[in-house]
Structure formats: structure tokens, C-alpha cells
């Protein structure tokens, strides 16, 4: 693959990456933002494998495809178990709406892209233009996890969250080495099975994965 195509790939990756962040802010429907979630996963792993072409890394496409099963496959896969194990599969009540979200949602991007341009200015890597697509993912996702009732929705900021933190690593390295990625994924797969346990306890127990419920009852 020449420069010019991995340069190419490379925006339309982190564009879709981007999307997928804001299009799971934006849906209620739980199957939908896991989804968004997969979506992701995917966008993340081919902005690896462009990274790895441009950089002429090969280890960057091990790395890829590492990212690609765990992030736009295992992962997804087990919030959908859990999905499925849960009576409840929309975000009703969202502590902010959806107009709102998607109104904080650009409010964010404007933000990152304000924050990490005079980075990417420094840099002058072709990663480095797109810093602001995964610092909006950072912060799309701790969003999420503050406007969300339902403990699946902040398993998905939490996601989104680490997705963005990931991407951010690749954009501003040219890619993290391939030990460390295997570490940090196993960490992120072992956090999610442990809450997709407990979202199933929770729903056996209390018949719900809403926490403000779970802190009245608390109260």
C-alpha cells in the first residue's frame, strides 16, 4: 500500500471512528449502541493497520488484527450476552436527552479538536491530524458514562472511552508495542466480564440495571 492510500484509509478510518462514537450517544436502543460499539472496535483496528502500512511497522498489523477480534468482536459479543440475559434493552430515561447529547456531543468534538490541534501542529505526523478524533472519543465516552442510567450504557462509555484512549496511543506513537496492547486488552476483557457479571446479578436480584434505583434502594 503506497502513502497516499494508507494516508486515505487512514481519514476514513478515524472518520468512522468517529461516527460510531457519536451514533452511540445518540441511540437508546441498547442493541444499537453495541452496535456502534463493534463498529468502532473495527475503525480502531484498521486505523492500526494504516499506521502499520504508512510507518512501515509490521507489528502495527498483529496489533490490528488483535484489536480487531477482541474490540469489534469479543467484546461486543459478551455486552450482547448480556443484553440478552437483561429484560431491559433501551436507555428510557437518559439523565440527558438525546437532543442535548447530541448537542454536548459536538460541544466535545469542537473541544478536542480545539485542544489537540496545536499538538498535531507540533507533531506534523500524518497520526498526529487525527488526535482529535480519538480525544473526542475520550470524552464522548465519559460523557456517556455521566448521562446514562443503565449499567450496559456505561459499559459502552467505558468502551468508548478506552477506544479513545487506545486511539490516541496509536495516533500519537505510531502505534504502542504489541506486549503492551495484549496486556491492556486482557485488563479492558477481564473489567468487562466482571461487569457484565454483575449487570446479570443485578438484573436476577432487582429486576433492573438502572443505578438510581439501585442508590433509592440503597437510601
Known sequence: MNGAASVQLLDFASGVFL???VGALWR???SAVIGMLAVQGA???VIAAALGADQHHPELYAVAAGVGVLRAGVLPGLARRALAASAED???EPLVNVAASLLSAAAL???AYA???PLARLEGSVGARALPVG???VLIGLFMLVARRKA???VAGFLLLDNGITAVAFLAAAGVPLLVEIGISFDLLLVVLVLRVLTVRMQSAFGATDLDDLRELHD
Open 19 to 21: 461516527l460510531a462514537a
Open 28 to 30: 437508546r436502543d441498547l
Open 43 to 45: 475503525a480502531l483496528a
Open 90 to 92: 433501551r436507555e428510557s
Open 109 to 111: 468534538v469542537l473541544l
Open 115 to 117: 485542544v489537540a490541534q
Open 135 to 137: 480525544l473526542a472519543s
Open 152 to 154: 450496559l450504557s456505561q
